[in-house]
């Protein structure tokens, strides 16, 4: 039998001509460190996240900004971020500071970093000058042009409605990220606790937000990540809207304090169960469209019939649990004649 893909192409394509890097980084739990405070950037790197951004937006005071770029750089090129994905939040570029963000950042430390997060995304053409800026600096420097990638948030209608052209913008884009608290505002959402449902409505406030960013996310072979739970003590209140996002499909969230990375990190993985499952799936339609397995389009897998359509779904939940680390428990066996 052959070997399975690894974790990276077990999940939706993403390595081609237009996308010759690998954009489906491991993002169940996104730590959100702020730049301008070393003792937890100095954590951060001891902690479980799948992913860390080192935030040069609403973490930094404006007068803080201009030395927690330089702080960001030392800790990106000093720093032991082994197994994590090293992003830089920069600001927005309705301010004054996002181009001095990146220039520093990127020339700076662009070899130990693989993503620039562009928060309050509203146009494809945001994500199109973010591209431009890179790929000049990347020049400049003699970095290899087009491996650092895009995470775009969006925050308000604005973007929401423009999602799947931002989605399109540039191959660089890895990530959709929902921004809770911005977008609540910009909608005058009547809740001033970020992420739970608003008084007076009977059902899910956040679904068509949250399934449009999901779709733009899939039909351009994208990742999706939910926001931040502020209420970061509350790690029951976290598991209730991360298993929300999790049950839709979303990849990850953010996570703002250590409590609650153990709660993403297991939300966003499999079940044992579904990833032995998942294993058995793939192992069996290898075997059974084979010339050994009698090169059936579908069979039975104990009660249950596997097809192409069943190998695809066990591929996500499969690549998924690899990319975990995760160890099968059962194995395949080659039913007897």
């Known amino acids: ?16 001509a237009a996308h010759p890097f690998n ?6 739990s996104c730590l959100a460190v702020p730049g301008s405070n070393p003792r937890f950037l100095e954590k ?5 996240a799948d992913q860390v951004f080192l935030d040069l937006e609403d973490a930094c005071a404006p007068l803080a900004k201009p030395e927690a770029r330089h702080t960001i750089v030392k800790f990106l090129n000093e720093g032991d971020w082994t197994g994590k994905t090293r992003v830089v939040r920069v600001n927005d570029w309705t301010t004054e500071w996002t181009y001095r963000d990146v220039v520093t950042v990127v020339e700076g430390a662009g070899q130990n970093l693989d993503c620039i997060m562009l928060p309050k995304v509203q146009d494809a053409q945001q994500v199109v000058a973010l591209d431009l800026l890179l790929t000049q600096i990347e ?21 929401l409605n423009n999602v799947n052209e931002i989605a399109q ?34 059902a ?51 996570v703002l304090h250590p409590g609650q ?8 993985s499999p079940s044992q169960e579904d990833y032995d499952h998942a294993e058995l799936i793939l192992d069996a339609y290898e075997y059974y469209t084979s010339e050994a397995g009698g090169k059936k389009g579908s069979a039975m897998l104990g009660d249950e019939m596997i097809d192409e359509a069943s190998r695809k779904m066990a591929l996500v939940v499969s690549g998924k649990g690899r990319a975990a680390g995760m160890q099968r428990t059962s194995k395949f066996e080659i039913p007897e004649a």
């Open 261 to 268: 990375v153990e709660a993403s990190n297991e939300i966003f």
């Open 44 to 48: 951060a790197q001891g902690l479980p």
């Open 139 to 159: 020049k400049t420097m003699g970095f290899e042009v087009g491996r650092i990638g895009i995470e775009a948030q969006i925050e308000n209608a604005q973007g």
């Open 169 to 202: 913008a540039s191959p660089r884009v890895e990530t959709i990220i929902f921004g809770p608290a911005d977008f609540m505002a910009s909608i005058n959402m009547k809740s001033l606790v970020v992420g739970e449902q608003p008084p007076g409505y009977p």
């Open 1 to 16: 039998m052959t070997a399975h893909p690894s974790p990276a192409t077990a999940l939706p394509a993403g390595g081609s």
């Open 204 to 254: 899910d406030a956040y679904h068509y937000i949250l399934m449009k960013i999901l779709m733009a996310a899939r039909a351009n072979n994208l990742q999706a990540i939910d926001g931040p739970y502020l209420q970061i003590r509350n790690v029951d209140g976290y598991r209730e809207v991360a298993q929300r996002a999790a049950a839709l499909g979303f990849d990850g969230k953010w």
């Open 23 to 28: 954009r489906l980084r491991p993002r169940r």
